[in-house]
């Protein structure tokens, strides 16, 4: 059965990429990855392929998609210049700066849209909730309600989104990961920096604290790494 | 209380934007056109200013974003010009070549990330269900499905989609918009023609009907005029 993975190039959607391997062939592995104006965008873009030649995927189950609204309508650090990216607060629960208003909606609509054209049946997205920045469009109930929204919206109506690690601390999907063979080195997860990661934005913090707990270095370099464990 | 609606420049969402514009001041119109490589997005995209024109919806309340996916993904006769426009077959209940994969949830995202930012909380669009080419993003369970979405995966949690004529013939369409005074001489319909309209496409043949039934000439220019009564 094909799937499409939703690959940002963050260690979420790489560890989500080696759990659709080990459900799929990888002949049938099809690697999306948007780009929508996000800060970092150039470095993701070259974990999203370091990745994918990592797992096999040729250049035809690559989609490599340039949106440029979600930069023109702005609200959110990740695309607007003029907001600073906030340093991380973990133990605070409001809505980070670094939400982007209604972005997974646009993640999942391009990866439906090319599942339906492709013959894919299964979409992955690396989504978490439990360890998490408290986005909206991260709570389980958003994925289920995604899929009644497929169901009823599509021609061929059995495509389902997938989220499996949802549910998992970050410690979690780093042992995920290390049992599955992820390839940790090639991703990238800063919020701030294209070449050393910050270590303090709250994408960075939540990686941090998930090796620490988890007990394993984080092979990616850093320009300081406070212990938030 | 602010309004995001949107505008393709066809006659239903002229007629969607008279209802907005009835219900909401023109202060609050915030109108949105997405080109998505369709066949006559040049001809959709002056008709959307047009009619913005008409409605006195001024530049910074003007959204116009062009999406390169849906074409880069294809499945459609609109985005794909290897497969050809098919003839309008009104009798035929099946799925016509036009259904562009999951579309409307692209043009939905767009809206709900723009009303997020922009603070508007409702979201208009033309979607019709029982006089249509039977897309199945057109259905009300579709709209009821994106609107717990929406409930579920933003920050504010109360934008609604409205569908204030998805319910309707396309006669009844043509009844309500010159009710409001809507100017269905700035629409564009067709899917093939962006000078004269074809007259035989789906769009077209659903389009000359309504003004066939409804009883009044519909002030565009045809290649043919078939009669679809």
Redesign the interface.
Known sequence: MKAVVLVSGGMDSCVTAAIARKEHEAEELHFLHVNYGQRTEKRELKAFHDIADFYGVPAERR?V??????S????SSLTDPSIPVSEADLDNPG?PTS????????F???A???A??CGAKRIYIGAVYEDSSGY??C?P??YA??N???R????C?DIRVETPIIGLTKAQIVQRGLELGAPFHLTWSCYRNEEVACGTCDSCALRLRGFEVAGVPDPLPYVVRPHYG
Do not use: M
């Open positions: 989609l998609c340039s949106i440029a609204h979600l023109q309508i702005g609200g809505i939400y982007v208003p209604f972005r997974n909606a646009h999942l609509s391009i439906v849209s090319w339906e054209v909206p469009d709570r109930e958003y309600a995604f009644e929204l497929i009823l919206g599509t021609a109506g």
